[in-house]
Nanobody
Framework: QVQLVESGGGLVQPGGSLRLSCAAS????????MGWYRQAPGKQRESVAS???????NYADSVKGRFTISRDNAKNTVYLQMNSLKPEDTAVYYC??????????WGQGTQVTVSS
């Protein structure tokens, strides 16, 4: 089992920045990849970014050039640096991890609201 705990969400003005963190515990040594999804009201959950290790990183087209995902294996933590935020980035952001046995785990989610 892997437990994921997100932090760093909040309210920010358009053009602002936020940094999300997700700490993994439990069977964290079995984690193969980590990433972030988001779900806006009335919309399906969508992938934002994922990382296995540098340079194996993927971003959704909508966040390329604005968001940066990184991973600190020593701390079992993945980060999402979000710059130039837009109102359409408003959503609940979920951390996810996939293990070497193809199991997927989710965090509880953290709210990001971009509004003036």
């Amino acid at each position: 089992q892997v437990q994921l705990v997100e932090s760093g969400g909040g309210l920010v003005q358009p053009g602002g920045s936020l940094r999300l963190s997700c700490a993994a515990s439990g069977s964290s040594r079995s984690i193969y990849s980590m990433g972030w999804y988001r779900q806006a009201p009335g919309k399906q959950r969508e992938s934002v970014a994922s990382i296995i290790s540098e340079p194996y990183i993927n971003y959704a087209d909508s966040v390329k050039g604005r968001f940066t995902i990184s991973r600190d294996n020593a701390k079992n933590t993945v980060y999402l640096q979000m710059n130039s935020l837009k109102p359409e980035d408003t959503a609940v952001y979920y951390c996810t991890a996939r293990t070497t046995t193809a199991d997927r785990y989710w965090g509880q989610g953290t709210q990001v609201t971009v509004s003036s």
